[in-house]
């Protein structure tokens, strides 16, 4: 009998430790869910903030048989804007010429490719469409981690999104520019239709 009640208890505590690792586990996913949410918010908010027209998501075709998808593509005064935007965590080393960046977590380092590679070829998918409008572009980091060694050239954090952009927030925008923008517009909507559901 009383083995068969330490067996009872033994279980008991094996499907309770199971539980709270459950609800633990829950908690610390949901919790990493609601602050990459408010990242992404902040982010939503600052470039909306800009006041200038843009597009999400765009998808354009990159001039060598592929396909460039761009998180904001921006018209100011003076040209295009591409911002490819990352959500990364801890502390975060990189530079313009360095092929593997590191993310540092918890104590534990990890590698990503650097982000200016692939943000170039974007920048370039876009200058391919627009046909000599100028176009400029920047990594955006959110504010989910932070560069204790200062941000490398060619990415800004969402704080400091706005200064870097306002030498091309003033003025008007010219025709071509404007014409250029809405064919950037049409492009992208085809591309997508092309593509079909599955592969947006």
């Not at 070829?121 to 990594?139: D, E, I, S, T, Y």
Request: with cysteine.
């Amino acid at each position: 009998m009383d083995g068969a009640l330490l067996a009872d208890n033994a279980g008991l505590l094996i499907l309770t430790a199971c539980a709270l690792l459950a609800v633990g586990g829950a908690g610390v996913y949901f919790r990493r869910q609601h602050l990459a949410n408010r990242h992404q918010r902040t982010v939503e908010r600052v470039i909306e903030g800009l006041g200038v027209d843009y597009l999400r998501d765009a998808v354009l075709p990159d001039g060598v048989d592929g396909l460039a998808f761009i998180d904001w593509l921006l018209l100011t005064p003076k040209g295009l804007v591409v911002l490819d935007v990352h959500h990364r965590e801890g502390l975060l080393f990189g530079g313009k010429a360095v092929d593997q960046w590191t993310q540092v977590v918890a104590g534990r380092s990890y590698k990503f490719p650097n982000p200016l590679y692939a943000h170039d070829l974007h920048r370039q998918a876009v200058a391919w469409q627009a046909k000599g409008m100028p176009v400029q572009g920047l990594v955006v980091f959110s504010s989910a981690g932070e560069f204790p060694k200062g941000v490398p050239e060619g990415c800004v954090t969402i704080h400091a999104l706005a200064d870097a952009l306002a030498p091309w927030l003033d003025g008007e925008i010219p025709e071509p520019l404007r014409a250029a923008w809405e064919r950037l517009r049409q492009i992208s909507v085809d591309t997508r239709i092309e593509l079909g559901p599955r592969q947006r």
